[in-house]
């Protein structure tokens, strides 16, 4: 047998599936055309068409449903994937309906070979835009209803806000058929708000309502879905899921939400940074491409976890090298395989050694020449420093001393210091090494590099 008769055989199994997907659909919109134009003929006579109106009929089921097929066809509808139809859909059906109406309206009384009721037209498009629509809707509530695990096997939970992001994970724990959960209500400080229905769920009452409302509905689990919550907003919730007994997740942020993961796979245990009640830091973006742009930027330790995520913001502003210098080889061939990846145009050095190291540290400084240099370099580990107390002082005072003087000889503009809060007041030796070491940068303030130290 010739190949070309073989080519749906070896055809690869997703393409044939979606060339069967989008055939179906198409055949399916044929079809409500087919019925919509003779339900719309049917109606307009009292279900009885008069005989001289037949060759009417058929020419709105020719002619119309033609002009129909090409318009939703230009707009795309025959490839949207029906089981995540939603509002922005629902619009592109209807404007795509009043398109498809009007061409085929125009077509019909120019080319009809009879004269027919204008109401026809009319009651046809009504019908086609509600089967359009229905058979959409219909599909994705028939395949979220298969997909959900049966409510006998689900764990009971409360979300703890009726807003967008709540109304967002409700919409997903719906659809997603992973989501082990059976979402009973909503719990929300708004008074306005109360016994309010959220896509069909209803706001059962406050935070200080909680223990009640987790008792009278057996609830295992809430999920915060307050994205915005402050530090101090975030505490009196976990304050009132914890005298309610029951075990509590939040979401990140909307920012933090990657669109091709969902909102559910999110869903974590609640940090610690969610209850600082910092409030967030505005970068100035223009600035800090004006400094990084074009420029070559030095971040010592930076295969640990702030110098890695310097690296990491630092690649974003399009820097013309960017030198990375620490003395974990593993840590740091790790951050260069990232960074050589997610940045292939990025001019990226990996370098090994170490801060104490003079000599290394100019040859470095004479091979690149950085205009920035980012000092997180240090040792961090507090019980590790009070045992090992001169191995703090010898790193992390005198190697910034180094890098700083280095800094300094070779005519470097900014040299921006990471330090820590434990700096403040210290009570450990690790505190009182960068305490020191943020005083020393101070003292070579002298009109040169511009030094600065940040915690």
Known sequence: MPS?????????????????????????????????????????????????????????????????????????????????????????????????????????????????????????????????????????????????????????????????????????????????????????????????????????????????????????????????????????????CQRAGVAFRTIPAISELLADRGVVSQIRDVAVEDVLGRSTVELDQGRINQKLRDKVALVTGAAGSIGSELCRQIARFEPAKLVALDMSETALFHLEQEIRQKRPRLEFHAEIGSIQNRQRLRDIFRWYSPAVVYHAAAYKHVPLMEAHAFEAVENNVFGTYHLATVAAEFGVEDFVMISSDKAVRPTNIMGVTKRVAELLIRSLQNGGPRYVSVR
């Not at 070309?4 to 919109?29: E, M």
């Open 4 to 240: 070309r008769y073989k080519l749906p055989v070896v055809l690869p199994v997703a393409l044939r599936s979606r060339f069967v997907y989008v055939w179906s659909i198409r055949t399916i919109q044929l079809c409500l055309f087919v019925v919509s134009g003779i339900a719309a003929f049917r109606l307009r006579f009292d279900f009885a068409i008069p005989v001289e109106m037949k060759a009417a009929l058929w020419a709105c089921l020719c002619m119309g449903v033609v002009a129909k097929i090409a318009v939703f066809h230009g707009f795309g509808l025959g490839r949207g994937m029906w089981r995540y139809f939603a509002t922005q859909d629902l619009e592109r059906v209807a404007v795509t309906n009043v398109v498809a109406s009007a061409l085929a309206s125009i077509v019909l009384l120019v080319a009809s070979p009879r004269p027919f009721p204008r109401s026809v037209l009319i009651i046809d498009f009504l019908l086609t835009l509600l089967l359009t629509t229905g058979v959409r809707a219909a599909t994705r509530v028939l395949l979220e209803v298969a997909s959900r695990t049966p409510a006998s096997a689900q764990s009971r939970a409360f979300i703890y806000g009726a807003g967008a992001a709540g109304s967002l994970l409700l919409n997903e724990a719906r659809s997603n058929g992973r989501f082990n959960h059976l979402i009973c209500g909503f719990i929300d400080d708004a008074p306005n708000k109360l016994h309010m229905l959220v896509n069909g769920v209803p706001v059962r009452g406050a935070g200080a309502d909680l223990r009640d409302l987790v008792t009278a509905q057996r609830i295992r689990e809430v999920l915060i879905a307050i994205p915005s919550a402050t530090g101090a907003q975030m505490s009196r919730i976990i304050e009132h």
